[in-house]
Nanobody, 125 residues
Framework: VQLQASGGGLVQAGGSRRLLCTAS????????VAWFRQAPGKGREFLAA????????YYSDSVKGRFTISRDNAVNTVYLQMNRLKPEDTAVYHC???????????????????WGQGTQVTVSS
């Protein structure tokens, strides 16, 4: 599967932004899809995941309550709605996918074998 992330841009602190991760290919419903981000000089950080086959979602503590992940398998797209953005949310945001990913591994980037190219989100103070 090929992934394309979009929707990034410049937003003021306190504002909102919606990112999209669009996949090519079939059988999108077998993939757990996650969002990660990487800020300059920092490691990759797990944000949220949408589990394959169910409506289950997972979030990191840093974004829980502010970000919402959702998916529409009919259009092969996963969304990340980001609200109440902060300057520290500034990063390159990547989406990633893995088929039939075990629930113990959804937050670990090395288990995802498909990655989008990233989209920059900049939050100004």
């Amino acid at each position: 599967v090929q992934l394309q992330a979009s929707g990034g841009g410049l937003v003021q602190a306190g504002g909102s932004r919606r990112l999209l991760c669009t996949a090519s290919g079939s059988s999108f419903n077998i993939y757990t899809v996650a969002w990660f981000r990487q800020a300059p000089g920092k490691g990759r950080e797990f944000l949220a995941a949408s589990r394959y086959g169910t409506s289950a979602t997972y979030y990191s503590d840093s974004v829980k309550g502010r970000f919402t992940i959702s998916r529409d398998n009919a259009v092969n797209t996963v969304y990340l709605q980001m609200n109440r953005l902060k300057p520290e949310d500034t990063a390159v945001y990547h989406c990633a996918a893995a088929s039939y990913l075990h629930d113990d591994y959804y937050y670990t980037d090395r288990y995802y074998n498909f990655w989008g190219q990233g989209t920059q989100v900049t939050v100004s103070s």
